[in-house]
C-alpha cells in the first residue's frame, strides 16, 4: 500500500482503535509516545553514528558525501519531532482561545458597564452622572491597561469576538491598538476624538448612509468633557435603532498608571434606566456599546532614518457592543444586517478622526474645558444603590475576575502572535510539469483534510455550535506583514441539508473572481486554472485583483473540497470538508513581489448537520425569546420534536505581506482594512447561493 494509502488507512481507522482498545491495555500517555519515538531516533541515530565510524576505518577517513548524508538525516529527524512537537503546542493554543470564547460568552456583564439610572429632574441627571465620572475613568483605565499588558505598543493589533447569548441579543468585545504616525501631539488626536463625540450622527449619516439624529443631548460642565446623548439611526433596511449613552473625555498632563507621562482617555457607557426619555422597544432595536478609548505618546525609530526618532499616538480602544434582540417582527435578512454593522460606529469613529487629522488639522478648534461646575463626587455609581456588603464582595470578585481574563486575553494575543506558523499549513512547492503538479496535489490531499477538520474540531470545542460566533486577531508580525486569525461559526437555518451548503461553497470556489469584483469594486481574474480529477475537487488557482486604490495583489492557492455522506468522525452524520492552502513555491507561476503584494490564505471549513428540539415561532409578544439562529421556522412545535440546523464552522490564517514597492500611506492602511473582504465575500455568496436555490 502507497503512504497515501497508509494515511487513509489510518484516518479511517483512528476512531474504531480508540472506541475499542485491546483488551487489559493501558493507553499510553502523549507524553510517554513522544519519549519513545525521540528514544528511537536516538538509537537510530547512534546506529547511523557506528556505520560512519566503520567506514571511516575502511576508507582511511573519506568519508565526504557519506557523512553529508548522515548529517541530512539527524536533521530530518529532529526537525520532524520538532514539528510534530510544534503541532502539538498549537492545538493546545487553539483549545484555549476556544475556552476563552466561551468564557466570554457566558459572562452575565462586561468588565467597563455600570447599571445606570437617570432620573426624571434634570439636577438629578447631572449629579447622578458627575457622581460617576471617576469611577467610570478609572475602571476604563484598569481594563485597557490588562488588555494591552502582553502587547506590543508599536506594532497595530486587532481583536473580535462577536456571539448570541441566551436572550437572543447579539454582542460584540473588539479590542484594538492603532497608530497616528506624523502628528504634533496627543492632544490634536485627542481633539479630533472629542470633536467626533460631540458630532457622531453626522459622521454616521454621511459614512454610513444611515440617517441619524440626536433626540436629546445634554453637555455638563467640569475638568472633563461629560454628555449624555441619545442617538435614533434609520438603517437602508428600515429597521431603526437608539442608543443612549453617557461620555466622558479628559485629557491628563501626567498619569500615574503611564508612568508619568501625557494621556487622555474617552469612555463611554449605555444608559439602562431613563425616567425622562424610556426605550421605544416595541419600534426601534436598542443597541448598548460600553467603551474605553486610551491615547498615549510613544516614540519609535523612522523607517526612513534608524538613527532618528519619531512620535507616534498610539489609541488603545476596548468596545462592548450589544444589539438587543427586537421585541417587534424584523425581516432575517434585515436582523442580518443589523448584527453585521453591530460594529460599524467604531469604525466610522476612525474613520473620522483619520479624515479630521489629515484633511482638517489646521481649523480644527481647540475644545476646552469650561470651567466652574459641580465638584467631583467620589464613588458614586448607582443612582439606585445596592448597599447589601454581599453585593459589594461579589461585585469587586467579578471585576477581579474580568481583570483576570483581560490579561489572559492579552497573554493569548502575545502567544498568537508569536508563533512562527499556523497549525493548518503544509509547504507547498508545485514544479513545472502538469503531471508532477497535478501528483503533488494529490498527495497532500488526506494529510489537508485531516489537519483542517483536527483544528477546526480543537477551536470549537467549548463553542455552542447554534449559536453564530466570531473570533479574530490582527497584528503584524516581526516581518511587517500584517496578519488574521479567525474563526467562526455560522448556522443556516432552514437550509434542507449540507449538501446544499456545499453546493454554494463550490460555487464560491470555482466562480470567486466573478463575486470579488461584483461586491467589493475589485477587478478581479484567474491568471490560470488547474483542475485535478478524483473522488475530491481538487484544484490550483492564481488570483490577481486591482483594489480602487490602484494596488494589485495575488493569490496562489491550493483547494480541496469533498462531500462526505458518512464520516465516522461526525458520527456517520452527512458532511463536508473544503480547505485552501497557500502555494509557497511555483516553478511555473513564481510570485511578482516587485508590482503586486501577495496575499495568502490557509482555511478550512466543516460543514455539519447539527440536531436540536425544534422551537415554536415567537409572537410579537414573545419576541425576546427569539434567537438570531432559530429565524424563520413558524407553526408549532412539540417538545419532542427536532429539526436539523446545518452549521458551518471556519477557520482561517490569512497574510498580507509587506510591499517590496513604495505605497502611500492610506493605500497601505486601506490594504490592511481589507484583509478579511474576501472571506466576507465568500459568506455573502453563500447566503445568496442558499436563498435563490432553497426551492
Known sequence: MSHQGDRVATLSTGTQTTLEPPPKKKRKSTYLVRKEEADALQTKVKLLRNELATLQSRNDGGNGQFRRDVELQEAEAKNQLLRQLLR????????????????????PDNPMHTYIHLPEDWSGRRETVLGMKDDKIN???????????????????????RYEDLHGDFLCHRFDVIHFPGVNSLKEVFDALVFFLFNMEISISEKLGHITIREDYDSMSDDAYISNHRLVSNHENGVTSEANAIAFAQCFECREEFGGRPCALITTDSVDEDDLHPYDSLRRVRRDISAAAVLTEERRRKRSDEEAEELVVVMRRAMFAKAHCPEFEVPSNALLEVHDGIA?????????????????RSELVAL???????????????????????????????RNQHQAVATAQSLLSLCV??????????????????NARHEAMLNMKDDMFLRGFQYVKTRSQHLDLFKPHLSEERFEDANGDLCCVRF??????????????FNALEFFLFNMEISISEKLGHITIREDYDNVNGDACISNHRLVSEDKNGVISEANEAAFAQYFECR??????PCALITVDTVDDDDLHPYNPLERVRKDTVATVVVTEERRKKRASASKSKAKTRTRSGLGYGGEA????????????????????????????????????????????????????????SS
Not at 483605565?141 to 488588555?147: D, I, T, W
Not at 465516522?568 to 452524520?573: D, I, R, T, V
Open 344 to 360: 460599524s460606529w467604531a469604525d466610522v469613529m476612525l474613520q473620522t478622526i483619520r479624515g479630521l487629522l489629515q484633511v482638517l
Open 488 to 501: 467562526e461559526i455560522i448556522p443556516f437555518p432552514g437550509v434542507r441539508s449540507v449538501k446544499h451548503v
Open 139 to 161: 475602571r476604563a483605565f484598569r481594563y485597557v491597561k490588562a488588555r494591552s499588558r502582553h502587547l506590543d505598543l508599536l506594532k497595530a493589533h486587532f481583536s473580535e469576538e
Open 638 to 693: 412539540s417538545d419532542d420534536e427536532e429539526e436539523v440546523v446545518v452549521v458551518m464552522r471556519r477557520g482561517a490564517f490569512l497574510k498580507t505581506h509587506r510591499p517590496e514597492f513604495e505605497l502611500s500611506t492610506d493605500a497601505l492602511r486601506e490594504l490592511h482594512d481589507d484583509i478579511t473582504n474576501w472571506a466576507d465575500v465568500m459568506v455573502q455568496t453563500i447566503r445568496g447561493y442558499v436563498a435563490t436555490h
Open 368 to 398: 476646552k474645558g469650561r470651567e466652574g461646575g459641580l465638584d467631583t463626587r467620589l464613588n458614586r455609581i448607582l443612582r439606585r444603590q445596592q448597599s447589601m456588603s454581599e453585593n459589594a464582595l461579589l461585585k469587586d470578585a467579578m
Open 417 to 434: 502572535e508569536s508563533q512562527s506558523a499556523n497549525p493548518m499549513h503544509t509547504r507547498i512547492h508545485l514544479p513545472k510539469m502538469v
Open 88 to 107: 502539538e503546542q498549537q492545538g493546545v493554543v487553539a483549545a484555549v482561545q476556544s475556552l476563552i470564547s466561551s468564557n466570554l460568552e457566558q459572562e
Open 568 to 573: 465516522k468522525e461526525f458520527g456517520g452524520q
